[in-house]
């Protein structure tokens, strides 16, 4: 899928169209790192801006970065446990924090005041390559939780009711990194694109509630990834009586 | 446009090097926002839940002795009212049997003085009797000799 074929001067379509960076023999998205960067860099800023000077009676950025520790405690208090939230709550954190920037970024960035020579900057969160990352590494998370924590043990998980579910189990470690990275992947993707064609249909007031929508739905899809990965973390240090 | 391609480049599921380097770059950023954001903001949070429930604690235990002690107070306060209603009970039963003993001891002196008062009124008026006896016989005696006398 390349450009659409109109011609409209203001507003035009791209999707798997990509800047690339050659890197030695490997290929990189370089519109995805770009903006990955300005999304690291603007967590970090905020991050740097509230804990350089803290206090007791918390005033100004550190408020919003308690608040937002609180919040991210809450989820990964309830959906890990008491024992160990603790452990995963910094990947949980940073889960979160970094896939609500990047969608929030995407929609909220005028990107397109910024030309690339082949590609568009968006939303990291936008490439497949970004959603699997995420996925992937929240697989290696939930196996390293159980097998750390319970050792060989945490095999159990596999025949806890019945052995019968052995099969299914096995075909859920799969679904689960599939679902989680598909879901995000999508949901972001196709708020982009919706937008894109509002915008290159009705170039006014027409896209608006339709971005209201998509901050909305990035929004929620942040707060469902994150909750999902404490989930399976939670479901694999859990003790099975 | 090309066309509707899947997998490889220009496709929708491009995959390629971008994916671990995106992995590694979340770990790192895991790991440096451990160290910047989520330790130290713990630190502060935990610090002040532990502050308000110490104080929380000491106002209770404060408060606990506030009350002991206004508990002791009134009852020191219900004794000390005790006491002196007991001594202004004492003081007027007191008064009272001063002024019955002042009284009986007037009333006592009033009698007497009157009893002797009597007592020499009835001897003054006895020896005046007595006198006015004598005279009186005298007289006859004198009458009576008179009498004789000039027979």
Do not use: C
Request: glycine share 6%.
């Amino acid at each position: 899928m390349g450009s659409l074929p109109f011609a409209i001067p203001f507003a035009e379509l791209e999707v798997g169209q990509h800047l690339y960076w050659r890197l030695g023999n490997l290929q990189l998205h370089g519109q995805v790192f770009m903006t990955s960067w300005i999304v690291i860099g603007a967590i970090l800023a905020l991050v740097v801006v509230g804990t350089r000077k803290m206090e007791r009676d918390p005033r100004g950025v550190q408020n919003l970065l308690e608040f937002l520790w609180d919040y991210i405690r809450d989820l990964a208090r309830t959906q890990i446990g008491e024992k160990a939230y603790r452990d995963w709550m910094p990947f949980i954190g940073t889960l979160f924090l970094f896939i609500f920037v990047s969608n929030w970024g995407g929609s909220l960035v005028p990107w397109k005041l910024i030309h690339l020579p082949s590609g568009e900057l968006g939303a990291p969160t936008a490439d497949i390559n970004t959603t699997v990352a995420l996925a992937l590494l929240v697989s290696l998370s939930y196996f390293y939780a159980g097998l750390s924590r319970k050792g060989l043990r945490y095999f159990e998980y596999y025949v806890h009711p019945t052995p019968i579910m052995i099969p299914f189990k096995i075909v859920e470690d799969f679904t689960k990194p599939l679902s989680l990275s598909f879901r995000l992947f999508g949901n972001i993707l196709a708020d982009e694109l919706v937008v894109a064609v509002l915008v290159f249909l009705v170039p006014l007031f027409l896209p608006v509630p339709v971005m209201f929508l998509g901050l909305f739905t990035s929004a929620i899809q942040a707060l469902i990834f994150a909750t999902l990965a404490a989930y399976y973390i939670g479901e694999a240090v859990e003790e099975h009586h | 446009m090309t066309s509707l391609l899947l997998f490889g480049a220009g496709g929708l599921f491009d995959f390629d090097a971008t994916l671990p380097l995106m992995a590694l770059q979340v770990v790192l950023l895991t790991f440096v926002l451990n160290a910047l954001f989520f330790r130290p903001v713990g630190r502060v949070v935990e610090e002040r839940e532990g502050y308000v429930k110490t104080s929380r604690a000491d106002a209770k235990q404060k408060l606990a002795e506030a009350e002991k002690l206004e508990s002791e107070l009134k009852e020191q306060l219900k004794a000390a009212r005790m006491a002196a209603q007991k001594l202004i009970q004492e003081a007027e039963q007191d008064s009272d049997q001063l002024y019955r003993e002042a009284i009986a001891v007037a009333t006592a002196d009033a009698n007497a003085t009157r009893e002797k008062a009597r007592r020499e009124i009835d001897a003054q008026r006895d020896s005046a009797l007595s006198q006015l006896e004598g005279d009186a016989k005298q007289l006859g005696d004198l009458i009576v000799n008179r009498l004789l006398a000039a027979q």
